[in-house]
């Protein structure tokens, strides 16, 4: 497993935060094995996101809330099945089972501390995942390998269909037209 995460920024006390915050839940998980985990949390290239999604078998995502969603986006372009939290953004393009694994969740308060305060509002809620859902979606990606390819390549297919330029281009053209109705002598090419 690879984790692609940071907390506030990419200094070193941040980074200890990470790895303490892992070795704190190996603790409690009290197992005698691990399966290796590899952090990554120092920003990186685009050129090393494109390799990442190109190296790995699935891109999970278990966001508390969504704006677009652009590393699922990427995953799905580059035909990687994607686990992600069922909420906002591309998430309302995907159906779970079908072009994506989607974790249900329940809105909850947000929790009170300091790094959330700088972005969100006390009042506000976020996502809370069905953990339960999350691992059972993991599980049957590492055990139908050949099934989560499949569903990769329709994500991807998605994507090239509703989301490629000549079809943002044509969504926008058809916006523009019916905002400023042109007659026969003027057209949006």
């Known amino acids: 497993m690879i984790i692609k995460t940071y ?6 006390s941040k980074r200890q935060e990470l790895k303490d915050a892992i070795a704190t839940i ?3 998980m009290s197992l005698k094995r691990f399966a290796p985990i590899y952090i990554t949390n120092h920003l990186i290239s685009r050129k090393q996101v494109y390799r ?9 995502s278990t966001t508390r809330g969504e704006g677009w ?21 591309i998430h309302e393009h995907l159906e779970d089972g079908t072009n994506a694994y989607l974790i249900p969740h329940t809105l909850i308060p947000l929790r009170a501390n300091s790094r959330n305060q700088q972005w969100y ?11 339960e859902k999350l691992r059972a979606a993991l599980r049957f990606v590492f055990k139908n390998q050949d099934k989560a390819k499949e569903l990769g390549a329709l994500s991807k297919a ?11 281009g044509q969504l926008m053209k058809d916006r523009l ?13």
Not at 7 to 12: H, R, V
Not at 52 to 60: G, S
């Open 158 to 168: 998605l994507v090239l269909q509703k989301f490629s330029l000549p079809a943002v």
């Open 7 to 12: 907390i506030d920024s990419f200094q070193p």
């Open 177 to 189: 037209e019916k905002i400023v109705p042109l007659d026969n002598h003027n057209t949006i090419t």
């Open 52 to 60: 990442f999604h190109k190296t790995f078998d699935c891109f999970v």
């Open 69 to 89: 969603g652009v590393p699922q986006m990427e995953a799905m372009l580059l035909g990687k099945p994607i686990i992600s939290t069922n909420i906002g953004g």
């Open 121 to 131: 509002l006390p009042d506000q809620n976020w996502a809370d995942i069905d953990g």
């Open 26 to 28: 190996k603790n409690r």
